[in-house]
């Protein structure tokens, strides 16, 4: 991707830097302001040097790590943002850094625009790791109310611990399916995933995913928590699950896919038949998985529904074989 790199003292100016890699879906139809999309997306870089900046153009909530640290988070920043108030050792360095998408009643700016460096310091592109997953959910899989929100979702903590390059496709309050206000019994529209999935972003008139762009080894469903409250039929949550797991795998040819039966338990049977019906159709890199037993919203919630830390954790402990052994697959395909 092109972008805009900021090469302080010098005056600010236009470059492109294909040392930046853009992991998820990011919108980059201008290339001096590249947007991320979806929850989980985020970019990695290495840089030379003591210091490193950000350039925004809007005021953002967002998530950084160098050389590999804790995630830090700066809140309601702009401009210019500094990542080193104290500067680092002379020498080579790795940023990861990850915006908070903009949803729900969150109005952020999530615009990327580039880096400040020193005058003679510079970028290199890190490796990439070889393998990676895609997670596709409401606000359970986006990390809603957990403390660094994706960043403490189990799709973030199973993908690291495994060493994957990894992005969710998810957002707050979705559903499953796509339900109209006059449908949902809430009397308000609901965005389904199984329409939206193939978006660059959740959005109304959002354009098309490129998926050219990237292919993940192993894609992981857990969705349908939601259509419980709009009301969504049995029958319609079945047609939609197969719609979706449809869609998935025509996008994603050469992907294991991953059902979750949803943590509180609803749609399971439904989502284990829309599993079996690919299986029919011979779609044998398909597989349900029964997380009966997983699931303590006394200890692992905060609010009966969303995972705290804790919750997370734990989730991740149970998602992690199951991922790993569809990773194993893709290896030995």
Known sequence: MILTVLTAPAPARAATDRNVDFVGRWDATDPAAVVPQ?????LRVGFTGTTVALNQRGTIDLW?????GPYTLVSGVSGTVDLTPTPLPAGRHTLLVSYRIVAGSYTGDAVFRGLTLGAKERTFRLPRPRRSTEWIGDSITAGYTATNVSLSAFPWLVSENLGVTHTQIALSGSCLRELTAAESIRGIRCFGLENRYTK??????AADWDFR??????VVINIGTNDVGHGVAAADVLTAYE??????????PHAVILALR??????AAETRQAVLNRQAAGDHDVS???????WDPATMTNDGTHP???GHRVLAGYLQPFVAAALDRCRDA
């Open 38 to 42: 979806w929850a989980g997306a985020y």
């Open 64 to 68: 950084y790590s160098i050389d590999g």
């Open 200 to 205: 660059l972003g959740f959005q109304d008139g």
């Open 213 to 218: 762009r990237y292919q993940p080894d192993v």
């Open 243 to 252: 719609h979706l797991l449809r869609i998935v795998r025509e996008k994603n």
């Open 262 to 267: 949803i943590f509180k338990g609803w749609w």
């Open 288 to 294: 349900y998985v029964d997380t009966t037993g997983w």
């Open 308 to 310: 705290n830390d804790h």
